[in-house]
Every structure is written in structure tokens, then in C-alpha cells.
């Protein structure tokens, strides 16, 4: 890859690819705890709608947040796989729920551009920017954003 | 923060804590020289401590509490104030140590408010006391000098004999050599480790017995597996590994009590009221987690009786109590619960100014508060925002308080109750669990999810279906279980959490009877599992806002469990079903009275004789059987102990005897706080039957008889029964009266009352149409049914009795009804107000023998009038 010859001056961010939809979404890849599969996810009932519901992930309670809804982007097909991207914050467990995750690229910070301003509100609520790929475009998520669930209600 | 100031801070801390107890005990035994030195060695300690860190402003203040407390030491006597003194300085000295703490440094500032006068106080005791002039310096000593007398302590106490005159610089490094000699034999036993560690122990601990318990499932699930018995040890372990760490964790429920002596000293000054704190069982110990929750709320309750739980030293005086008031605290262990008791004997609750209060706020309208007992009174003192003081006083009764305390003991599980005789004192009993990280939970299943409930809020389980004897009734929307003698709010916790599923309450199911705060209530479920010992993990941040849940928990499956919270459930159900409850029970009261022709449950049971007594099941409030070894003969007559009191048992007829083993049988009729048993030889069943008295009856507690079920029954006379138990129940005999059938509407707010003297006035030849209101009296004569009387009660809630005359009185067509007012007090001015709104009599309200005469005065007015 061209970036491999970069200069080590230049920073470099290593993000995880995920697939959300028909998204490709990057996540800085020091905010990545794991990658696992969610098993047994029990359901709270009364929660908001963005949390499929908890795990136990090595005996941490793991609350899963459902990018889908968290992103406006559509339900999940029945039995349709799912991945989950281990977040912590603030001494908690986070899963988030996507459909499928890449791999890992290292891209220097000075590509990414800021979002447009015609973003999808939803998408460029949490979005921190973009980066243009061969082909496609990768939003690279704000994990703090997206996991503040208080911010989902506004401007609807 | 350096090492060496962090561990001064803790131990500075801590010594203060001890400073502060023991100087209290020194003010109350100013002759003990133990307790004396003991102070006096921790204050020389932090002054020592601060001069070696350079923290010159601490330095001179413990200077200065040293130099005042030597002349105790000297033989000066102990004055209040100086005591007083020393701990304001002691509490100065915490201050500029919190400051330390923030700030690195030692805050600046000058203490000499205080210095000074602990140095004059310190001057003029030198003065008055003997110190030998040689020993007497002219001046004070400066921080780092030591006096003579305290030189020649040391030199007496330094255990090497020192041949040579001993320098002062070797007395400098022995004294606190010696000291250490004695700090070095606690701390061998015992080590500071930090919370953070043990907390983490904790949660790996609780990992260990998840994973252990996982094991175990899979291994269950294989007959002969090699694994069984490692297993077994490693489960073992694994318990005992538990139990340990659990101790680390406890601490003695003293640590929370080490303020006490002190609030209660500076109240007892303030107040200028003479108190004594008692401490009992200072070394049970529990959970700190727990402990930390209800450090405050003690605290508070203790400050809210010295306020205004004890009486002033005069008003003591005059009532005949020692000038002293006491404030005991003690605790127990019981179960998995620790009791914790607080009790003074002070002036106690005033029923009066609590009715009052909770009157002027709304909390409850006269007619309630009216039928309530004195312990349903006095629990609304934990209403929030509720006092009675009449002064608010730095101290208390700002009206914070004891619901806050009683919402923290909710919040861990615990409950709180309030015990209180007028005159003579007050006490709270506490039960809070001893842990708060497992928990023993009972698994349900509702809506396809797995829920844990918290065992120590679940009262019983109860199976409903077809032909059990607890009912799933529906009033209105609101569903309730009619269980022994309370009706309960159901709630379904698949659709109060909106889980899938039906959404309506099934006649048949589980129902988890559930206890939260003053609220108990039956949540159905779909099934049952088990009782599981579950580690309990907080909420996620993102979902601590959902009320009906208090944590999570992962199961020996690996599955994550919510776990319910019964005060969260109590509060949903609260503004909702509860209501509905309430009212409605008061719908179907009433609705079953206005229909005295239709069917009455009876309670058909055997007493004496073969032939079938009845009583009408309304009146009855508990069917109990109890074990005889429990019944008592006590001057004269049999009693019980019963639900916190004595109950008197009574015979329904002389050839009725109480057994002498096994089970007896009892019907157990209550009115307000008074119960009494009546004693039978077999309850028989329970039927709805038309309740026609067709002929009357001579024997003294029978009403008469009537045909049940094709038999023909005595219906048996409460309230015969019931003066022979409380000789002031009631007043009068069983009255029979042969009358041709005349009408009367009888106007009652009681259930108790329009049951008890619907079936009298039957027998004594009316037609009783019973309702609970003046408004549905007056919809029924303004229907334009006709009565030959009105007999109703005074006070009702909405439309009282007098309302309710002058309401009839003001239509024409009714003017020549005659009205009896039935009342439970009978002043002459509510007698001279009854005449003006045109009552033709005043009966008190348990008169039977008045109210018949009475009535059959005036129905003979209304035929010879006609």
C-alpha cells in the first residue's frame, strides 16, 4: 500500500473497517478493546431502543449497542451475522453491533476531510470525518458520540 | 502526595476519631487517668509528627490542646468548657488536615482564636493548681519543649533503667520508642489495605463464583464425569474463598457509632438537656458498603431524638423521669440481616400533632386518619417533608429526614420501623442485609426473559388456578389477588416491563407476593425456578435510568440476568393500579351492600354442637389455626400473642373447649389495632347464601337462625362476642325485637360498622339497606324508595352525617323521614347541632340497645303519625 512508505514524521492512524448497512465505517483502532461474536444477549426491557441488550463477556456485563438503530440505518435481517467491536468507556463495557468487520488499515491523519455538510444528521452527528477510499468513502466514527445515547433524540 | 504525608493524613485521621470518643469519655469520668493518658499520648503524637513534617500552624495548635490537657493530667479538675475547647481544636485541626489534603500544603492562617484561650485556660489551671514552684516554668513552653512533670512521667515509665541521669535527647528518642512498642503489637495483628484492593478481590471473587458455577452446569449435565470430584473441592474452595473475602469487608457497625458520642455531647450542651448515648453490640459487624449507607441516617435519627425525642431536664423532671435522658443504640445479628435499634425515652410520637400535620398537608383526610391505628399514624412520619417540630432548631426538624433515611435504608434492601408510647419513648427498629454483593434471588420467567428477584423483598409465593382458594379477581381494570384477608394490586411483569406476550393477567399463574417499602403487591410471572445465590453488578451508565431494575447479574449459564427492583415496581404501581385498587375496594363494598337481597358470603363452621353456625364472612378478618402450645391462660382468660399483641380468645359457647394440642381453629375479627379470637371446633366451608334471619333467638350471641345451603343455621352474633373480649368494644346485650317489617336506610362509611349492624337490625324485624356514603343515600331516596327511617353515621368523609340530614330535611317530600345519627363521640354541642339540622335522636355509635329503643321510638312516631 502507498501509505506504507509514508514517512514515520507523518501521524498515522490505524483504523478497524467495519460494515454498518451499505456503510463502511472506520474506528480509531486504539478505542478497540475486541472483536467478538455476540452470544446469549439478553434484552432490558424499558431500554432505549438503541441497546439490543447485555452480555457477559468474560464475566464483564457488556452493554450492545445497535449500530443500526443507533445510525438510523434500517433493522438487520433475521439471522443475518452480527459482529460486535468491545469498547470501554468510563470504566464500562460497550459492544457495538455491526454487520461485518474488515480489516485493519493504517491511514495518515492528513487525509481525512472533514465531513461534508450535506451528511445524513444521524451519520454526521457521530462521524469525526471522512476518508476517501479507492472506491468507496469510510466515515471514521466519534466512539465518545456514539455512545452518547442523550444525543439521539435531537433534531429529529 | 508524598508517601510520609499520606500515611500522616490516614493515621492523624484516625487518631482524631479515637480523640474525639475518648475525650467525651473523659468529660463523663474526668477521674480516669487511662483514658487520660490515652488522649494526651494521641495528641502528643500529632504534634510530634507535624513538627517533624514541618507543618508548623498544626504543630502549635496540638501544642497548645497538649499543654491544657497536661494540667488535667496534673490534677486540675476537668471544666466543660475546657473540654469543649479542646475539641474545637481537634475539629480545626481536621479542617486545615482536609486542606492538607486538597492542597499539598498546609493552608495559611493563624489559629489564635483559639489558641489563646486554650493557653489562658491552661494558665489560670496551672494556677490553681499545686504544681511544685520548681517545676512551674514562668512562662508557657514553646512547641518543642517538653515539662518537667512530663520528663519525670517519661523517666518513671521508660521500662530500661537507666543507670546514668538520663539527657534530655535520650528521653526524646525513648519516649516515642516506647510508644511505637506498643503501636507495633496492633499492627502485627493487622495491616492497612486499601478499599480499591479489596474491592477488586471482590469482583474477582465474584468472577471465581461464576465461573465455578458454570462448571457446575456442565458438569451436571454429564453423568460420570472424571471432572465431579476436583470440581467439588475446587467449589468448596471457592465458598470458603468467599466467605473470606466477604469478611475483609466487614467492618464493625461501631466505625459508624464513633461520631456519635460526640454529636450527642455538643447536642446535650446546646440543648442544655442531660443525655446519655448507650451503645450495645458496637462489634457486629457488616458489610462497609452498607455501612457507609446508613452512617447518616443514624446519625440523624440520633440528632432528631436528642432534639425532639427528649424533653427538656424540667419537663422530665415533671414527669416524673430521671433528669437524664437515655438514647440506646444496639445491634444483631438475625438471619442475614442485622438489627439495628434505636431507642431514647423521651416524650415518644404525638399521635395528636402527627394527625394534625398530616392532616394540614394533605396526607390523609380525617375520615381516614380517623379509622387508622396508632401505628398507621405514626408511620407517617416518614412521610417526605414531615415534622411535627414546632421550632426549627439548628439541629432539626427542617423537615428533611426521616424519609430520606428511610429512602437510603430502602435503597439497600433494608426496612425501618417505628414503635412509640406516648410519654415514654420512641424507638426505630432497623433491618438492613448484612451484604449487598450476593444476594439470595428467586428466577422467574416473564415474557420469554429470565428476571432474578431479590429473595429478602419476596413474602410467598402463591399458585393460582381454578380451584385453589386465592382468587385472581378483577374490579374494574385492576386486577388483585384476594389473599387471607387483604386484597393485594396485581401487576404482570411482562407488560409493566412490555415484554412480548399476553398482556393480559391469566385466572391462573404464578404470583411472586412481593414486599417494597409500606407496599405489598403480587407480581405474576410465568413460572418459577429457583433461588439462586447471584453476584450483583451495577447497571450500565446508559441504563441506571430505568426504575424497575437495581442491577444485573450473569447466571451459572452464562446468561445475563436483570435484576428486578421491588420499590421500583412499588412506585409504577403506585400511581396506577394501586389507586385503582383503593377505589375500588371501596366500589365493591359498597356496591355488595345496596344489594341486601342478593347472595352473602357466609363462613359456615361447627362450634359446641353438630348443627352449622354461620357468620357473615365479611365481618370475619383472618381465619387462622394456630398451635396450641402458643395459647396463654392469663388472668382469667385465654390469650395469644398475635401479630405483635395480645389477643383475647373467647368460646362461642360453653361447650366449646380449647384444645389442648394440635391445631386450633380460629376466627380472628379486628377493628382498628384490637383483635379477638373466636374460638371453634371446625371451619366448615364458605358460601353464598341469601342471609334471611327467619327466626330469632334467646341465646345470648346468637342472632337467630336461617336456612344455609338447605340447613338450617345459627347465625352467630359478633357483637355479643366481642365486649366479652374488650369489656369497652361495645355496651349492651344482644337485643331481640319482634317487629313487622319496616325499612331503613343505613348510612355507614365503616365496612365494619354496615356489616356488624346490617345483620342486628335484621334481626330486630328491619329491612336494612346499607350504603357507604351520604351522596348514595341521598341518589337512593331521591330514586324514591321508601324507608320508615335513616339511620346514619356522623362522621363520614365528603358528606357528613349533619350534611346529610340537612340535605334530606330540604326536600319536603322527605321531611317526615325520622334520622338517627349514629356517633362515636357525643358532645353537647354536636348533640345541640345534630337537633338543628333536624336528627330526631343522637345514638353513640355502639349503642345497639340505645339505637333499637331508639328506632322503634321513632318508626312508632311515623305510624302513629300516619
Not at chain 2, 67 to 91: H, Q
Not at chain 2, 226 to 254: C, H, W, Y
Not at chain 2, 745 to 774: E, I
Request: aromatic share 4%; hydrophobic share 45%.
Amino acid at each position: 500500500m502507498a501509505i506504507a512508505n509514508q514517512s514515520a514524521a507523518e501521524a498515522i492512524t490505524e483504523y478497524v473497517t467495519v460494515t454498518i448497512g451499505d456503510h463502511m465505517f472506520g474506528l480509531p483502532i486504539f478505542r478497540v478493546q475486541d472483536v467478538f461474536v455476540p452470544e446469549r444477549l439478553t434484552r432490558v426491557p424499558l431500554a432505549p431502543p438503541e441497546v439490543a441488550g447485555i452480555l457477559s463477556l468474560r464475566g464483564r456485563i457488556v452493554t450492545a449497542i445497535d449500530m443500526r438503530m443507533r445510525l438510523d440505518l434500517g433493522a438487520r435481517a433475521a439471522g443475518a451475522p452480527v459482529m460486535a467491536i468491545g469498547i470501554e468507556l468510563k470504566g464500562e463495557s460497550y459492544g457495538l453491533l455491526v454487520d461485518a468487520v474488515g480489516e485493519v488499515i493504517a491511514l495518515p491523519d492528513s487525509e481525512c476531510e472533514a465531513k461534508p455538510a450535506n451528511l445524513d444528521p444521524r451519520l454526521s452527528r457521530v462521524a469525526a470525518g471522512i476518508y476517501r477510499l479507492e472506491g468507496q468513502l469510510m466515515v471514521v466514527l466519534d466512539v465518545d458520540r456514539v455512545l452518547d445515547l442523550r444525543n439521539v433524540a435531537v433534531a429529529e | 502526595m508524598d508517601d510520609l504525608l499520606k500515611e500522616f493524613l490516614i493515621e492523624t485521621n484516625e487518631s482524631l476519631d479515637v480523640v474525639d470518643v475518648e475525650l467525651v469519655r473523659f468529660e463523663q469520668d474526668p477521674n480516669n487517668a487511662e483514658i487520660l493518658r490515652n488522649v494526651f499520648r494521641l495528641v502528643h503524637t500529632i504534634k510530634g509528627t507535624c513538627g517533624f513534617l514541618g507543618l508548623p500552624r498544626l504543630e502549635k495548635l496540638a501544642h497548645a490542646a497538649e499543654t491544657l490537657m497536661s494540667r488535667f493530667r496534673d490534677g486540675t479538675p476537668v471544666a466543660g468548657e475546657a473540654v469543649t475547647l479542646v475539641l474545637s481544636t481537634i475539629d480545626r485541626i481536621k479542617e486545615i488536615l482536609g486542606e492538607l489534603e486538597t492542597l499539598q500544603r498546609e493552608p495559611e492562617g493563624a489559629d489564635t482564636d483559639l489558641i489563646k484561650p486554650l493557653e489562658r485556660m491552661a494558665q489560670q489551671a496551672g494556677a490553681k493548681t499545686n504544681v511544685p514552684p520548681a517545676a512551674a516554668l514562668e512562662r508557657l513552653l514553646r512547641p518543642v519543649e517538653v515539662s518537667l512533670d512530663e520528663l519525670e512521667r517519661i523517666f518513671r515509665e521508660t521500662p530500661a533503667p537507666s543507670p546514668v541521669a538520663p539527657s534530655v535527647k535520650v528521653e526524646k528518642l525513648e519516649a516515642p520508642a516506647a510508644v511505637q512498642d506498643d503501636e507495633a503489637k496492633v499492627a502485627g495483628q493487622s495491616i492497612r489495605v486499601s478499599v480499591d484492593t479489596l474491592e477488586m478481590l471482590m469482583t474477582m471473587v465474584s468472577e471465581l463464583v461464576l465461573t465455578r458455577n458454570q462448571l457446575l452446569d456442565i458438569v451436571r449435565r454429564h453423568d460420570d464425569s472424571e471432572f465431579k470430584v476436583p470440581l467439588q473441592r475446587l467449589s468448596n474452595v471457592t465458598a470458603e474463598l468467599q466467605d473470606g473475602v466477604m469478611r475483609t469487608r466487614m467492618q464493625p457497625i461501631g466505625s459508624a457509632w464513633q461520631k456519635l458520642p460526640r454529636i450527642v455531647r455538643d447536642l446535650s450542651a446546646e440543648l442544655g438537656k442531660d443525655i446519655e448515648l448507650e451503645l450495645h453490640g458496637a462489634d457486629s459487624e457488616l458489610d462497609r458498603q452498607v455501612l457507609e449507607r446508613i452512617k447518616d441516617p443514624l446519625a440523624h435519627m440520633v440528632r432528631n431524638s436528642a432534639d425532639h425525642g427528649l424533653e427538656s431536664r424540667a419537663e422530665r423532671i415533671a414527669a416524673g423521669k430521671p433528669e437524664k435522658g437515655i438514647i440506646r443504640l444496639s445491634a444483631y445479628h438475625e438471619g442475614g440481616q442485622i438489627v439495628i435499634g434505636m431507642a431514647d425515652d423521651g416524650r415518644g410520637l404525638d399521635i395528636k400533632r402527627i394527625k394534625a400535620t398530616a392532616l394540614a398537608n394533605g396526607l390523609a383526610t380525617e375520615a381516614e386518619l380517623e379509622k387508622m391505628s396508632d401505628a398507621q399514624v405514626q408511620k407517617f412520619i416518614f412521610a417526605p417533608g414531615f415534622t411535627t417540630a414546632q421550632s426549627v432548631t439548628s439541629v432539626s426538624g427542617r423537615g428533611v429526614g426521616l424519609d430520606v433515611v428511610r429512602n437510603n435504608i430502602d435503597q439497600i434492601g433494608g426496612n425501618i420501623d417505628v414503635h412509640s408510647v406516648q410519654g415514654k419513648g420512641l424507638s426505630f427498629t432497623i433491618k438492613i442485609p448484612l451484604t449487598l454483593a450476593i444476594i439470595a434471588a428467586l428466577i422467574v420467567e416473564a415474557g420469554g426473559e429470565r428476571l432474578a428477584i431479590p429473595q429478602l423483598s419476596v413474602v410467598e409465593l402463591v399458585r393460582v388456578h381454578g380451584k385453589s382458594a386465592h382468587r385472581i379477581e378483577r374490579i374494574k381494570d385492576a386486577a388483585v389477588l384476594r389473599l387471607r384477608d387483604k386484597l393485594l394490586p396485581l401487576v404482570q411483569l411482562s407488560s409493566l416491563l412490555k415484554l412480548d406476550g399476553d398482556q393480559t393477567i391469566p385466572d391462573r399463574g404464578f404470583i411472586v407476593v412481593t414486599h417494597a417499602g409500606a407496599q405489598t403487591f403480587g407480581v405474576v410471572v410465568d413460572s418459577v425456578f429457583h433461588t439462586e445465590e447471584i453476584v450483583v453488578k451495577p447497571m450500565a451508565s446508559k441504563l441506571r435510568g430505568i426504575a424497575m431494575f437495581s442491577g444485573n447479574t450473569i447466571l451459572g449459564d452464562g446468561s445475563v440476568i436483570m435484576i428486578l427492583d421491588p420499590n421500583g415496581v412499588s412506585q409504577a404501581i403506585g400511581g396506577s393500579v394501586a389507586g385503582a385498587v383503593a377505589a375500588a375496594q371501596s366500589d365493591t363494598r359498597s356496591g355488595d351492600d345496596t344489594a341486601v337481597e342478593g347472595d352473602v358470603s357466609l363462613l359456615i363452621f361447627r362450634a359446641g354442637s353438630p348443627q352449622p353456625k354461620a357468620v357473615p364472612l365479611s365481618l370475619v378478618t383472618r381465619l387462622e389455626e394456630i398451635d396450641c402450645a402458643t395459647i396463654e391462660f392469663s388472668n382469667g382468660s385465654h390469650m395469644m400473642q398475635y401479630r405483635g399483641g395480645l389477643m383475647p380468645l373467647v368460646c362461642v359457647n360453653d361447650a366449646v373447649k380449647i384444645k389442648r394440642e394440635g391445631a386450633q381453629p380460629l376466627l380472628v375479627f379486628s377493628d382498628g389495632s384490637r383483635s379477638m379470637g373466636l374460638v371453634v371446633d371446625e371451619i366448615v366451608d364458605i358460601v353464598e347464601d341469601k342471609l334471611d334471619i327467619e327466626i330469632g333467638s334467646h341465646h345470648a350471641g346468637v342472632l337467630g337462625s336461617a336456612v344455609v345451603r338447605g340447613q338450617a343455621t345459627e347465625i352467630i352474633d359478633v357483637g355479643h362476642f366481642l365486649p366479652l373480649a374488650y369489656a369497652d368494644w361495645f355496651r349492651g346485650r344482644d337485643v331481640r325485637a319482634t317487629h313487622q317489617e319496616r325499612t331503613l336506610l343505613l348510612v355507614d362509611d365503616s365496612a365494619f360498622f354496615r356489616n356488624m349492624l346490617s345483620p342486628v337490625l335484621k334481626a330486630a324485624g328491619y329491612g336494612v339497606t346499607a350504603v357507604s356514603s351520604g351522596r348514595e343515600a341521598l341518589a337512593i331516596l331521591q330514586k324514591g324508595r321508601r324507608f320508615d327511617a335513616l339511620v346514619t353515621d356522623i362522621e363520614m368523609p365528603d358528606m357528613d352525617g349533619f350534611a346529610l340530614a340537612e340535605a334530606v330535611r330540604s326536600e319536603q317530600r322527605f321531611a317526615e323521614i325520622p334520622i338517627i345519627g349514629l356517633s362515636s363521640s357525643s358532645t353537647p354541642e354536636s348533640i345541640e347541632r345534630g337537633r338543628q339540622v333536624g336528627l330526631h335522636d343522637y345514638v353513640a355509635k355502639f349503642d345497639r340497645q340505645s339505637l333499637i329503643a331508639a328506632l322503634k321510638e321513632q318508626t312508632a312516631d311515623v305510624i302513629q303519625a300516619a
